[in-house]
T-cell receptor
Framework: DAGITQSPRHKVTETGTPVTLRCHQT?????MYWYRQDPGHGLRLIHY???????DKGEVSDGYSVSRSKTEDFLLTLESATSSQTSVYFC???????????FGPGTRLLVL | AQTVTQSQPEMSVQEAETVTLSCTYD???????LFWYKQPPSRQMILVIR??????QNATENRFSVNFQKAAKSFSLKISDSQLGDAAMYFC??????????????FGQGTRLTINP
């Protein structure tokens, strides 16, 4: 299994508070992705990174920002959490673009 | 439009029998990859099988095989000799090129597979 960890694994927070989720990899892979999973929608891409300090938006990026200051860490920040951001968040990595994405264990976030 | 349709929200099969999960997708690209991922109750996303669109030969991984029909944009998963451990949500997905070599995955809504002992 690819060496991917996500922290925290579960979080409960209140509307309006900032939240940061961390994805950490030990594979030295170039590409990292953040997806969210909601009932009836499968997984949808939030943001992705194609190198250190190189990031771009996915299809559901509103309300989220990301940062990648080193190869192994990709952070997802909810600047001001809303109830609509209650979801399960998955990080994925791949060594190069045309390669399988391997997923972390997920973070369950509840925004009250 | 970038969409994946899994028309069977739920399916069930008897242990040791064969089941086929259907998937259709919509893409304008000619070169892409297709995947089936499995998500058991642990929530972990596990790769089941991968198909490269430029390859006509259908991918096979042990008891799992696909029927890839590129012109019809169809990508079904066949599970032979079903086992209790196969019970999970199954997601079909394909890749879309973005920038700098990155690819996003477009997922279907999933099919929940139950295995009856």
């Amino acid at each position: 299994d690819a060496g991917i960890t996500q922290s925290p694994r579960h979080k409960v927070t209140e509307t309006g508070t900032p939240v940061t989720l961390r994805c950490h990899q030990t594979e030295n892979h170039r590409y990292m992705y953040w997806y969210r999973q909601d009932p009836g929608h499968g997984l949808r891409l939030i943001h992705y990174s194609y190198g250190v300090k190189d990031t771009d938006k996915g299809e559901v990026s509103d309300g989220y920002s990301v940062s990648r200051s080193k190869t192994e860490d990709f952070l997802l920040t909810l600047e001001s959490a809303t109830s609509s951001q209650t979801s399960v968040y998955f990080c994925a990595i791949s060594p190069w673009g045309r390669e399988t994405q391997y997923f972390g264990p997920g973070t369950r976030l509840l925004v009250l | 439009a970038q969409t994946v349709t899994q028309s069977q929200p739920e399916m069930s099969v008897q242990e040791a029998e064969t089941v086929t999960l259907s998937c259709t997708y919509d893409t304008s690209e000619s070169d892409y990859y297709l995947f089936w991922y499995k998500q058991p109750p642990s929530r972990q996303m596990i790769l089941v099988i991968r198909q490269e669109a430029y390859k006509q030969q259908n991918a096979t991984e042990n008891r799992f095989s696909v029927n890839f029909q590129k012109a019809a944009k169809s990508f079904s998963l066949k599970i032979s000799d079903s086992q209790l451990g196969d019970a999970a949500m199954y997601f079909c997905a394909y890749t879309v090129d973005v920038i700098q070599g990155a690819q996003k995955l477009v997922f279907g809504q999933g099919t929940r597979l139950t295995i009856n002992p």
